[in-house]
């Protein structure tokens, strides 16, 4: 009798030991299931915003399409700069679920870095302290100086310092001049050692490498963004440089890029530093005047060659010693799509040309997503 409890316990045994693996199996694959059916919703989630986020790139690539044949100058007072028109387009595109936004933005309102050197590669008939674009090396000043003066442990002669090494960084000259040890031997002394480009930059984040750049430079925080807003260039440089612009050949086989900035988008800090120090209440007037509307409407017109110079209080600035225009083709494109708690950032560089038939179009020179 005893031996029969003994076999029944070790069964009863047996059985929950079984009904618990069994369990135990069932909710891991439950889980499975469900991290698969999760991670497959995702995938497919990541591919739609992908598709989602590209059409508001040719959203806003059609847009600057039709505004180009309509105007030659290009402004802040357009229909691609206006978020309430840009919305007004998107609502042409349906979707199901989710949603999309994208701004546009003029690379040429920035300042060009490689406008800074005269020419690629360079004419040996140029002396060294001749690759120098002199308009361009007064930008960067403007620019930089009300920067790095704000840093007390900034060396004696900072900004002078920094804008030659730039210039080094991309000039075809390898040979250390002694004035800023900037070239390739200074480079190749650090620990990992690399190169100097020794011409045009690529990236505007590759000027992190050049000496005497610092991220706080490059990339600000926010509350000297903030305050750039307000009325200076005090945050970081990265939102008003680029390493695009308009080429023009220099001889058969050399370019150059021309450095004009588009005084009808450029941001506040590109305007000071356009005018100079001199000048800072100018630079505020024009950004106020480009904006001032009454009843919705801009009230000024900045389509005239030369609007600028009406300004209030800008007549004694000399307009025309400045790289200026009021047309681009090169812009910025950024669009944001949302869907089931993801977003998907994509950013678009794209160049309006003409086509064989005089139509106009945008052709993508470079795109990114996050």
């Known amino acids: 009798m005893k031996c029969m409890e003994n076999e029944r316990g070790i069964a009863l045994l047996m059985t929950l ?32 915003l992908s598709f989602m986020a590209s059409s508001g790139i040719h959203a806003a690539m059609a847009m600057l399409a039709k505004d180009k044949a309509q105007s030659p ?6 229909d691609w700069a206006n978020p309430e028109k840009t919305g ?39 002396k ?18 009300p920067i790095v003066s704000k840093d007390e442990k900034s060396e004696l002669n900072a900004t002078s310092n920094i804008i030659n090494a730039m210039k080094d960084w ?11 040890d ?27 490498q050049i000496k005497g750049i610092k991220a706080e430079l490059f990339g600000g925080n926010v509350s000297s963004r903030a305050e750039a807003s307000e009325g200076g260039s005090a945050g970081g440089i990265s939102e008003y440089i680029t390493v695009y612009g308009a080429r023009k050949p220099v001889g058969d086989q050399a370019f150059a890029y021309e450095g004009k900035i588009n005084i009808n988008t450029a941001e506040l800090p590109v305007l000071a530093a356009l005018i100079g120090e001199d000048n800072t209440e100018c630079a505020q007037a024009i950004a106020d005047y480009r904006k001032e509307t009454e009843d919705s409407k801009f009230v000024n017109n900045i389509t005239e060659p030369g609007w600028y110079k009406n300004v209030f209080g800008c007549a004694d600035v000399p307009f025309d010693k400045m790289p200026l225009t009021m047309s681009s083709d090169l812009f910025r494109i950024e669009s944001v799509a949302t869907l089931h708690n993801l977003k998907m950032t994509v950013s678009a560089l794209v160049e309006r040309k003409q086509n064989k038939k005089g139509k106009w179009k945008c052709n993508i020179l470079n795109w990114q997503e996050e």
């Open 17 to 48: 030991t079984v009904i618990t693996l069994i369990i135990a199996a069932t909710l891991e694959l439950n889980r499975r299931v469900r991290t698969a059916v999760t991670a497959t919703a995702t995938t497919r989630d990541r591919f739609t």
């Open 73 to 78: 100058a290009d402004s802040i007072q357009e």
């Open 88 to 126: 007004e387009v998107l609502q042409a595109i349906p979707f199901d679920e989710g949603s999309v936004t994208f701004t546009v933005k003029d690379e040429l309102g920035k300042i060009q870095v490689n406008a800074l050197v005269n020419e690629f590669p360079r004419n040996k008939k140029f």
């Open 128 to 145: 060294k302290d001749q690759l120098f674009n002199e308009e361009q090396k007064l930008l960067w000043d403007n620019l930089l100086r």
């Open 170 to 180: 991309m000039d075809a000259d390898d040979n250390d001049s002694g004035v800023n």
């Open 182 to 208: 900037s070239e390739s031997d200074y480079y190749e002394g650090l620990d990992p050692p690399y190169s100097c480009r020794n011409g045009p930059l690529q990236q505007a984040e590759e000027l992190l």
